[in-house]
C-alpha cells in the first residue's frame, strides 16, 4: 500500500490545476468513498463471519446488560 503523504506528493499537481468545481466533486466522492467502506459489504467470508460477530455481541450486550442490572 502507499502511504498517504507520498500519495499526496504524488498527486498535488494534478490536484491544483483541477477547477472548484473538480475538486469539490473529488472531495465528495471521496467521502462517499469513505462512507461504503465502514458501512459496506464484505467481500471475503471471514469479514461477513467478523460482522455477524461483532453484530451478535452488540444485541447480547443491548439485551443481557440491562437485564443483569435490574433482573427483569
Excluded: W
Excluded at 31 to 36: Q, S, V
Amino acid at each position: 500500500m502507499i502511504a498517504l503523504p507520498e500519495l499526496v506528493k504524488e498527486n498535488v499537481v494534478q490536484y491544483r490545476e483541477l477547477s472548484a468545481v473538480d475538486k469539490e466533486q473529488l472531495i465528495e466522492e471521496f467521502g462517499e468513498l469513505r462512507e461504503n467502506k465502514a458501512v459496506g459489504v464484505r467481500a471475503t467470508m471471514r469479514g461477513k463471519i467478523n460482522d455477524a460477530t461483532h453484530t451478535l455481541k452488540a444485541i447480547e450486550t443491548e439485551v443481557l446488560v440491562p437485564y443483569l442490572m435490574f433482573g427483569e
